[in-house]
Structures are given as structure tokens and as C-alpha cells.
């Protein structure tokens, strides 16, 4: 089976911890290996972004293509909108020039939009995951708005999908709450992780590498720099604790992310925390386990996360975590027992969890066993078999008797919509 992953508004071989470079990033890349592995030939589209080949070969079964669309250097998300018929005209030309696909697979909203259109266009069955939801930030209140042109077509695009992959079950229910999607088109598979690459590391030997201290507590945020993300919280958590030599490692964050650190440097001062927090921008993913292991605490404050891939890759490294009771975060993190989960957005619960376990060696050490022992469900190769059985499903539904392929769109048609509603 040949398989179209399209990943529009990022490239899977970025580096981690930019503005637009996070787990999805690691979704796409490591779910295209396994397919890979598995006897699929994946190609990954994305926006050409640079003087970066058109294709390169990442692995056996596995190419990266890159399209033009837009001018060849970052842009906005937002911006990124305005140049989607041409990326699906590229990609249509691709699909049309070789063997062809099976399925297309797209991922967040702007990708779904291009792969709604080349799969009707295409006459081929349309599996998307959204990776987040644009009501869904809205309603988390955290100051900043989703575009309506986004929540829209992202209603649009889980209307017409052959099947959609939800993370936890609680996307699955917001999903049909907010968007009327079909419950029998969802399928909820987590999100998979590299086992032997996220494991526990002794902690000296981490702190040593890192260049971190030994005698004092290590608290870890780790991902790309937005208000979504909490990071004010954590600021005034670590300002409320009983003791004052925690220190705070905040990993993550690019050139474009610099105005909304610049924010958190100067809320750190205001709080008179200045030097316990450390800013190490973005690092390699392949670095992270070292993070993870010379830290005593992992803390996740987000507002919304679908799923919380940073969270299981603290467990996987023996790490407990403090996490809000949000999204996915709910089925990964087990509450008092690999972890604590804060359903309040405010620094004092946050605080308070933090110091029972930074003053319990013990209780550290027994969730973090049992973090990693709760982290084998997301191995990669049980994950993998679980999409691979999605596509089987889709593929049914198209091929079922009595089902019809919607009708074919012409691009000419699409462009103007688009056009029209930029």
C-alpha cells in the first residue's frame, strides 16, 4: 500500500522546539518509519521551506517531498493558508506522474484541507488527525484566538474524512461534541514513542553532561514557546515553593518565539527568580532523554493538549510528572500514582505538588518506576499495527457495497473558495 502523509504547515525533519516544530512533527516522522518498516512506501509531503532537495530518501519505503508553495522561506501558519492550491496542485501533479497512492493521511487542519480536496479530486479514502483542535484552544481561554476560517474548515474537513485518528478518547468526544463528527469514522490510537531512545539515564551522568548541579532539585518544561503551553503558571509556581533552590530548565523555543520569552525573563525578574531558570532554547530530540533524566520533576501546565507526547516521554525516562488535568494529559498521566494532575490553572496547586515531591526522594523514585512501567502501551510497533489497521477500515468503507466516492472537484473550483475566503 502506498501511502500520501501530508503534513503541509511543517516539515517532519525540522529541529524540535520551534515555534511550529513539536510532537507532531515527531508523530509524522516516526509513524512514516514504522509504516516503513511494516512494507508501506510512505511519502511525506510538505511546503518547501528553503534551498532543500524536492526529495529526499529518509529511509527503505520512506521519502520526503517537498513543494513549493509560497515563497521557499518560514511563514506563519496563517500565512500558509493563501498558498494551499498550489501545494495541492504539486502534490496532485506528483501523485498523477508515478504509481499513484492507496490513501492519503493528513495531519492538523491545513493539511486536511489540502488532503479533503486531492482526495476527492483523487477519488481515494481521507484518514486526518487535527493534533489539536481550534475550538477547543478558544475554549481553554488563554489569550489567544483561533481564527474562524480555521475552526470552520476544520468542521468541514472531519464532515467529509473517510475516518479520523483521535489521540485519547477525550478528543474522540470533543470531536463529536463541537463538530458533529461521526463516531463510527473515529478511531482512537495514541500517540508512540521510541522505547529504546527514551529510557532512564543515571542522573549524575545526565547532570554532568548537561552541566547541571548535583545538590539542588532540577524541575523540567519541556516544548515550543506559546501561551497555550502555561508557561506563566509554572514562573509563579516556582516563586511559591517552601524552598528557594529549585532550579528551573525551560527547553524549547526559537528566533520567532524570542518576544514571548522575552515576556517570561521578565516575569522570572518581577518574581525575583531570575537565576533558578534557565532558558536552553531548542535542542535535539535525540538530547532529550538526557533532560529528562537529570531532572526531578517534569511539569506540564498546559491550557489544552490533545495528547501530551512531553509527558510520556518523561514517564518512558523514569521521570514523575505534575501536569494539569486537561485533554490527553488524562489518559497518560496517572494521577497519584505515576504523577499528580492539577485541575486548577493557578501556580498554588502546582507549587503544592511540586514541594511534596521535591521533599520525597522516595515517592519520586516509586512514581517514576511506575511511570516507565505505564509507558510500553505507546510503543511505536503497537501503534503502527493499530493505524495500519485504520487504513484497512477506511479502505472498506470506501470499497463497501453501496458506498460511492465523493464527486471528483475541480482544482479551478477549490482555488476560488479558497481565494474567496482568505
Known sequence: MRIAMVSAHTSPLAPLGGRETGGMNVYVLELSRELARLGYEVDIFTRLDGDLPPVEPVA???????????????????????????????????????PGYDLIHSHYWQSGWAGTILARQLRLPHVVMFHTLGEVKNRARFGEAEPTLRIRHERTIARRATAIVTASDHERQLLERYYGADPARMHTVPCGIDLDLFRPLPRAEARA?????????????????????????????????????????????????????????????????????????????????????????????????????????????????????????????????????????????????????????????????????????????????????VYDA????????????????????????????S
Open 209 to 389: 553532561s548537561l552541566g547541571l548541579p548535583l545538590d539542588r532539585p532540577v524541575l523540567l518544561w519541556v516544548g515550543r514557546l506559546e501561551k497555550l503551553k502555561g508557561l506563566e503558571i509554572l514562573l509563579d509556581a516556582v516563586a511559591g515553593l517552601e524552598r528557594d533552590d529549585a532550579l528551573l530548565l525551560i527547553v524549547g523555543g526559537d528566533d520567532r518565539a524570542a518576544p514571548l520569552r522575552a515576556e517570561l525573563e521578565a516575569q522570572a525578574r518581577a518574581l525575583g527568580i531570575a537565576g533558578r531558570v534557565r532558558f536552553t532554547g531548542a535542542v535535539d530530540h535525540a538530547a532529550l532523554p538526557r533532560y529528562y533524566s537529570a531532572a526531578d520533576v517534569c511539569v506540564v501546565p498546559s491550557f489544552y493538549e490533545s495528547f501530551g507526547l512531553v509527558a510520556v516521554e518523561a514517564m518512558a525516562c523514569g521521570t514523575p510528572v505534575v501536569a494539569s488535568r486537561v485533554g490527553g494529559l488524562v489518559s497518560t498521566v496517572i494521577d497519584g500514582v505515576t504523577g499528580y494532575l492539577i485541575p486548577w490553572r493557578c501556580p498554588e496547586p502546582f507549587a503544592e505538588k511540586l514541594d511534596v515531591l521535591l521533599a520525597n526522594p522516595e515517592l519520586r523514585a516509586n512514581f517514576g518506576r511506575a511511570a516507565r512501567a505505564s509507558v510500553e502501551r505507546f510503543r511505536w510497533s503497537t501503534v503502527g499495527l493499530r493505524i495500519a489497521d
Open 60 to 98: 527503505p519505503g520512506l521519502r520526503l517531498v517537498r513543494l513549493p508553495a509560497g515563497p521557499p522561506a518560514p511563514l506563519e501558519k496563517e500565512e500558509i493558508a493563501r498558498h494551499l492550491p498550489e501545494f495541492v496542485r504539486g502534490l496532485r501533479a506528483f501523485a498523477c506522474s508515478g
Open 394 to 421: 477506511a479502505r472498506a468503507r470506501c470499497a463497501a457495497p453501496g458506498s460511492s466516492a465523493p464527486p471528483a472537484i475541480a482544482p479551478e473550483a477549490w482555488e476560488a473558495a479558497v481565494i474567496a475566503s
